[in-house]
Structures are given as C-alpha cells and as structure tokens.
C-alpha cells in the first residue's frame, strides 16, 4: 500500500515539475520514495517481468542507453529508462515512478539504467540486473571517484554476486575486461580496424597496469587513450577475443561512439534480434540530448558534444576537427556535476587538435582558466573571444555562424544544460 502512495505523490510531483518548467521531475519523486522505503526500487522490479540493463562507464553511457532503446523499440518491445541521465538511485526511483502503474506495476518488457559509477554496487544490489554493460573506465571526477582502480575494484565484488547476469565487456580496455575474469555468462566486444589503430600513447591515457598482477601492460595499438591491443607479459593475463568487432552502420561519427554501437549491437544480437532490425533501427537513431545532439536556433544549427574529462574532450576535439569546424564554442564548469577541480583541462590536447582557421568562443563558470590552458597551447589571443556570460557567448558564435555552417559546443555536464536551456527554454532536469 505505501508504494502505491509513493508513485502517486511522485508521479503529481513530477507533473507539478514539467507543468512550470522547473524540471523533468527525474530525482524528488525517486529521493522522497526512497527516503520512506528504501527497498522502492526492489519492490516495484521483483513484481513485474521486466527485464532490466544496467549500463556503467566514464563515457558513453546515455548514448549507449539511447542506442538499445531505439533497438529494442523497433523490434516492438516496451521500454523504460532514466531519459534525463539522473543516474542516481533517485533517477532510477523516480523514472519507475513515472512509467508505474497506480497499482505498483511495472508493464515494460525492458528497464534501461545507465548508473553512476559509485551508484553501481547499490544499485546491482536493490536490481540484480539480467544485463550489465560496461563501457570504459577514464579518469573523471577524482574529487567525487578517487582512481579508476578504485572504482574497478568495487564493481569487481558487486558482480561477484551477481550470479544469474549476463556481462557485456570492452575487451579493449583492461580494467573492464578484467572484470570478466573467472565469470561465467560474459561476452566481450572491441575493435578490429587498422584505419583506427596508432602506436603512439596519448598522454592522458589512464589504465596501464595489469589489473590483475600490477606489472606494465604492453600495446601492441590503440584506438584512443588505454583502449586498444594489450596484454601483461608477467602474468599472462591478456585482451579477451572481442565476439563482435563492427557493424554495418554508425549513427554518430567517432572513436568514441563506435563502441557504444558496438556494445548496444552485442547485446541486441543476445537477445536473438536480426541484424536488418538492427541495422534499420540504427539508421533511425536520434542522438540523446548534449551528446551529438543537434539543435536549430534562429536557423542556425548548433550541434553539442558533452565533454567531461581528458578523453572525452579529446575525443570530441578530434570529431569535430574531422567535420572542419568554422565556430567552436567550449564551457567549462566547475560545478558538483562537473568536479569542483579543472586541472584536467591540462591534459586535452589543444596543441594537437585546434584548427588555426577555426574561430574559438570560450565561457563558463571557469572561463579564464580555459583562456589560460589555451594562452600556453599557443593559441594567439586574437583567435578566441571570452566571455563571463554563457548567453553572451552564444549569440556571439551564432551571429558568426553561417546559414549552412555549425555551431559546436563542446560543454562540461551543468554547463550543456545551461546552454541548452538557453537555446530551448525548456530544462531537463
């Protein structure tokens, strides 16, 4: 009976939220039911037949969740997921409230999670996941997450109690792979491209350790940052053999996103889907808000691509280098979602991938400590505008941008939904 109070009061709550646009109403229905029965979560799942995903990573996570919604929807199935990235166990309270029955049922053949990084054990705990995609692990938030060996080892002993869940792993990357050691029900996926290979290690490269004895790893290539051909010549211990490499199709351009595609493929394919479901399915994917996503603004196109630590702005940086960008705007937050510290912002390679011709618009919360990385990337002060107001700078690059040209915005997390909300007057969370 208190369930059924609590999706009730949730769901008023989260139609008082969207009816005055102050949010989605995507964490207070799922922190206010958590906080009278903390099991809210386990409850409503072990009464329905959902099958349920959860998807973890530094990078690549709402894309991913995005991606195997998008498939599984083409094939028919009914599907719920956290839409507004709340990745919190709030999120996922507060999105099962949502799409709740007033009787405390669930009817949806899937839930899509995507988790937190430090959220994960609790959560594999209250879900006891059928599925659990693991993505990567980057350096991020060190003030909020510690070391990414940190994390790896805790969501090492999560899975050890998961008996009956199925892994989907990046065999590119060891600390992920590594999670697959001595489990069963666990199928990996990488990349096999020589086209995408390099011999040479970016400096913001993370994981090159043995996780399994702490000896050096040596690469044979890499795709980008750790990922790529790895083994541990003290222990043994080595690259798993990817069961899927490629896909026909990629919706969204980049590195990055290739293993995304790559990881929502390998599971469609476990779940006996064909592949010209796939395939059509991909070929109709919208990419999920801030990632690629793309936005018209007094007919001019804006495409945003969130950035959040080292890779993912290098990463971005080098996807966009590739479409021949004529207005760049960067943001950078130093807000709770974003990590209080910005020294990462020392390991982007700006010197690398900067295009002379591109003009450069520079906001955010910590704006002149962007000026500053930029100044020693060698950057003349005449290619890049600052500006102390987010909203400023936007109609800045907008008014230099063509009728048939792009805005990019490469922004931290708080500052791509300031951006948006400025440019759709509508927030998301």
Not at 4 to 27: D, E, H
Not at 195 to 202: G, K, P, Q, R, V
Not at 240 to 266: E, K, N
């Amino acid at each position: 009976m208190i369930n059924i109070l609590l999706i009730f009061i949730g769901k008023f709550i989260s139609s008082i939220s969207r009816t005055f646009n102050l949010g989605n109403g995507s964490t207070w229905p799922g922190h206010i039911a958590l906080s009278i029965n903390k099991n809210f979560i386990t409850d409503l799942l072990k009464t329905s037949k959902t099958n349920t995903i959860l998807i973890i990573g530094t990078n690549g996570k709402t894309t991913t969740t995005k991606l195997l919604q998008t498939i599984l929807e083409h094939t028919g199935k009914r599907v719920l997921i956290n839409s507004s990235g709340a990745n919190l166990l709030n999120g996922i309270a507060s999105s099962l409230i949502i799409h709740a029955l007033l009787n405390a049922r669930i009817k949806k053949d899937f839930a899509i999670f995507e988790v937190d990084e430090n959220v994960f054990p609790a959560a594999a705990l209250f879900i006891k996941p059928d599925f659990v995609i693991a993505l990567n692990l980057f350096r991020d938030q060190l003030d909020r997450y510690g070391e990414i060996d940190t994390i790896s080892k805790k969501w090492k002993d999560s899975i050890k109690n998961l008996k009956n869940t199925n892994l989907i792993l990046n065999s590119d990357d060891p600390q992920i792979a590594y999670l697959g050691k001595d489990v069963e029900n666990v199928n990996y996926f990488g990349m096999e491209s020589k086209s995408l290979e390099n011999i040479t290690l970016e400096h913001s490269s993370d994981s090159l350790l043995c996780p399994n004895c702490g000896k050096k790893l040596s690469f044979s290539a890499y795709y980008f940052s750790h990922l790529g051909k790895w083994k541990c010549d003290n222990c043994g211990f080595k690259r798993p053999s990817p069961d899927i490499t490629h896909t026909p199709f990629y919706p969204i351009p980049g590195t990055h996103a290739m293993y995304d595609v790559l990881a929502s493929v390998l599971l469609a394919k476990k779940l006996k889907i064909s592949n010209k479901v796939i395939e059509k399915s991909l070929r109709s994917f919208k990419p999920a808000f801030g990632r690629q996503e793309i936005i018209v603004s007094n007919g001019r196109q804006i495409q945003f691509f969130l950035s959040k630590n080292p890779t993912s702005f290098n990463e971005s940086l080098k996807t966009i280098t590739s479409l021949n960008p004529k207005n760049l705007l960067i943001l950078l937050n130093d807000r709770i979602p974003d990590g209080t510290d910005v020294s990462w912002i020392w390991d982007i390679d700006f010197e690398k991938l900067l295009e002379k011709n591109t003009k450069l618009y520079v906001s955010g919360d910590r704006v002149y400590d962007l000026a500053l990385r930029l100044k020693y990337a060698g950057i003349s002060r005449e290619n890049y505008k600052t500006f102390e107001n987010i909203s400023d700078a936007i109609n800045s690059g907008l008014t230099s941008t063509g009728a048939n040209d792009t805005l990019y915005i490469l922004p931290t997390y708080s500052a791509m939904l300031e951006a948006r909300k400025i440019l759709t007057g509508k927030k998301i969370l």
